[in-house]
């Protein structure tokens, strides 16, 4: 029997399912601060018992802290004091807001029941345009901007989050707020940068 032949023959192996969320030992937490690290996660919670990982959730693209975190205690006694805790568990001066973490299924039904909310309600709030200039860490848009730069990004992406957790705000698709004006500027300086990437501008530019 020839490698090719052997392979075929194999049996598939089982797939392997995770039980993190039926053992009742993951929690899910809420309102963790920007610039928490895992160890600063860890340090907070050991306090309910023995872990085996506190992970901040992060974006994938940006790979900035979503402001999410899972903790897997132990013991789910353990968890359960932590989900108990109350307004006395804080961390850098945020409140955590601590929940059983859910299983697929429930994520699932979750999500879907928030697609229906979506479709029954028209969302006037235009948040599709809050991703419009964001610069990824490591992308090549990234390249030559300096660390303090994209930290000041990453601070104004923050309060920008918080800001539109209010549902009476929204974005506006005629108005601009402009950060990082040179000191020295004037409002005739302000409108000439303006212009040259006002479509009626540019036109008029391809007209000569």
């Known amino acids: 029997m020839d490698q090719k032949e052997k392979i075929k023959t194999e049996e598939p192996r089982p797939r392997i399912v995770s039980n993190d969320v039926s053992e009742g030992k993951t929690i899910f937490i809420k309102n963790v601060p920007y610039s928490a690290s895992n160890e600063d996660l860890q340090e907070c919670m050991k ?83 809050t991703k419009e200039g964001v610069i990824i860490a490591g992308s090549k848009g990234a390249e030559g901007v300096s660390g303090f730069d994209m930290n000041k990004r990453l601070q104004l992406e923050q309060y920008k989050t918080q800001i539109l957790k209010n549902l009476n705000m929204f974005v506006s698709r005629e108005r601009l707020v402009i950060h990082n004006i040179p000191i020295n500027w004037d409002d005739k300086k302000l409108r000439t940068l303006c212009l040259k990437f006002s479509p009626k501008e540019q036109k008029s530019r391809k007209q000569e």
Not at 100 to 115: C, D, F, G, M, P
């Open 47 to 129: 306090q309910f018992g023995p872990m085996y990982y506190a992970l901040v959730c992060k974006d994938k693209f940006t790979e900035h802290s979503k402001g999410t975190a899972f903790v897997k205690f132990c013991l789910k006694e353990d968890a359960e004091k932590a989900l108990n805790a109350g307004t006395e568990l804080t961390l850098m001066g945020n409140v955590l807001d601590c929940h059983r973490a859910l299983n697929r299924t429930e994520i699932q039904s979750r999500q879907e029941q928030k697609v229906r909310d979506k479709n029954d309600v028209k969302d006037s709030r235009n948040l599709y345009l």
